[in-house]
Structures are given as structure tokens and as C-alpha cells.
């Protein structure tokens, strides 16, 4: 039997999931890509792999499932993947409260999670990126890994191509994707060269693209398209290293894990309070 068709349009990190987890199930898969690679928000971001920040039940083990297979991608794929593991830093009374009172509820499965209280010392001791500075302690979390996202974005394409025989168009912008009245097919996907090419299915993936693809789809969302740039920073030494990843008490009301705390809701109102533009 002829395999099921499925184009992936974009192969950005989305993209490139969509088009693994689709060619295991023995899918004929083709990814388009507009550039030479991809270069947007795939590229722009910490390369954090963040199980910490779901709350525990099907979110944190979904995470969990992402975080095992970026390990079997450094395994097969020879992708650089750090398990560094996480710390939120407490500078104020009541992120400090917040961390404590994580730990000592029991539906956040500590345990599972690798959590672990730290004193200032400990923090020190751990990474010499924390601000020392009215440091009341962190809380560990053994769960984060980090990768490359460039070195991430460059060698998957390949792996899946050895060992899928997934086949991707790159450098090939996509003009539309319309219905399609071949036999056996239902989309259509056309670029702007003017190839066609008849699928069973198609994944969209493409970031802010969509505003050209799907206009009307975009605006209707009520989704607002941001930009997140990194900062490069010079090298303080070779003994210096940047990892565990390190979040501030500002994260603390970002991630919905910690919602479970009592005093979430006074931390919320005084960073409100005192820096309501960060709101």
C-alpha cells in the first residue's frame, strides 16, 4: 500500500518534531522551508528544555516525554545535550516562601522532580552566575536540560533524512495550500517557483509566516506576534560556565506549576505594586 503523504511546512523546531513524530509512524514525509535553514524564533531562544515550569499531572509528563527524547536525539543525532538542571533563585522574603512551600506540597511530586531546597552556600556552590546579593536560597530542580538550538536546527534535518528517509525542501517559500480533487488526496500544496504537489495531509509550522499563508486565520487567533532577541556575552574565564539555568522571583508568577502555592498571591500583587509595567 501506498504510505499516507504529510507536508510539514517550515522546519523549525516545531516543524522538525512534527515531521519525526509523524515518519515514525511510517508517514511519507516532505518539510518545506523557506530559507536555507531556519532562522527565526528557533534560533532565538535559551535552548532550555523546561519540565519545571508544568504543573504535575499530563503537562509535566508530556515534558518529561520531550525531555527523553531530546536525550535519545544526543544519543542517535550526536546533538550536544546538557542535563544542567534548574535553579530559582529567591531574593525577596516572599519568593523565598513561594520555593518552600512548593517542596512541602505533596501534589507536586518532589520527588519525581528532583526538587531540592538550597542555602545561599549551596547556590554558590552550584553556579558563579547567581547574584549573591540578598540571596536567601534556590530551589533545585534536576529535570532541565540545555542544548544548542543553531547546532539543533542544523543536524536534526540530517538525522531524520539518514534515518526516516524524510525529504526536505529547503530554500522553497510555500504560496498557498488549497483543497484538492485528485483521487485519494485532500490538499494541494503549491510554492511561489509554482511546483504543486498533491498530500493527504499538511502541518503548518511556520512561526510568523503564517501572516503570508494564513492571514485571515492569524487575525482571527487573537495571537500577537512578539520577537525575543539573546544577549552574547564574552567568556568571564574557562573555569566560568553558564548552567544550571537560573530563573529569578520574577518567573515564579510566569509558569503555572506554582499557582498550587498559598503565597502566590501575594507575590503577584506586590511585584504589581512595585513594577506594574511588568505587567
Known amino acids: ?18 515531521a519525526w513524530s509523524a515518519a515514525e509512524r511510517g508517514f ?9 535553514r531556519a532562522a527565526g524564533a528557533s534560533i532565538r531562544n535559551f535552548g532550555m528544555v523546561w519540565p519545571i515550569g508544568q504543573p ?11 525531555q527523553s527524547r531530546w536525550k535519545r536525539l544526543a544519543s542517535e543525532a550526536g546533538l550536544w545535550v546538557n542535563p544542567c538542571g534548574s535553579i530559582h533563585l529567591a531574593h525577596r522574603p516572599d519568593e523565598w516562601n513561594v520555593l518552600q512551600e512548593f517542596v512541602a506540597l505533596p501534589g507536586t511530586a518532589a520527588s519525581e522532580r528532583g526538587l531540592k531546597l538550597l542555602t545561599p552556600e ?3 556552590n552550584c553556579t558563579p552566575a547567581a547574584n549573591p546579593n540578598g540571596l536567601l536560597g534556590g530551589l533545585f530542580s534536576s529535570t532541565e536540560l540545555c542544548v544548542n538550538p543553531k547546532e539543533a536546527i542544523r543536524r536534526i534535518p540530517k538525522w531524520l533524512s539518514e534515518k526516516y528517509g524524510v525529504r526536505f525542501q529547503f530554500d522553497t517559500h510555500i504560496a498557498r495550500v488549497d483543497s484538492d480533487g485528485e483521487a485519494g488526496t485532500e490538499l494541494r500544496v503549491t510554492t511561489s517557483q509554482g511546483y504543486s504537489t498533491s498530500v493527504h495531509r499538511a502541518v503548518v509550522c511556520s512561526g510568523a509566516e503564517l501572516r503570508t499563508l494564513f492571514p485571515s486565520t492569524l487575525e482571527q487567533s ?29 518567573t515564579l508568577r510566569h509558569y503555572r506549576n506554582f499557582d498550587v502555592c498559598p503565597g502566590m498571591k501575594s507575590l503577584k500583587q506586590r511585584i504589581a505594586e512595585e513594577t506594574p509595567e511588568l505587567e
Not at 499516507?4 to 512534527?18: H, N, P, W, Y
Open 1 to 18: 500500500m501506498k504510505r499516507e503523504k504529510i507536508a510539514i511546512i517550515g522546519a523549525g523546531i516545531v516543524g522538525l518534531a512534527q
Open 122 to 124: 549551596d547556590v554558590r
Open 56 to 66: 504535575t499531572g499530563e503537562l509535566f509528563d508530556i515534558a518529561m516525554a520531550s
Open 222 to 250: 487573537g495571537i500577537s506576534r512578539c520577537k525575543l532577541q539573546m544577549l552574547s556575552i564574552e567568556s568571564p574565564g574557562a573555569s566560568w560556565q553558564l548552567g544550571p539555568h537560573l530563573a529569578s522571583g520574577l
Open 28 to 36: 511519507d514525509v516532505t518539510v518545506f522551508e523557506r530559507s536555507s
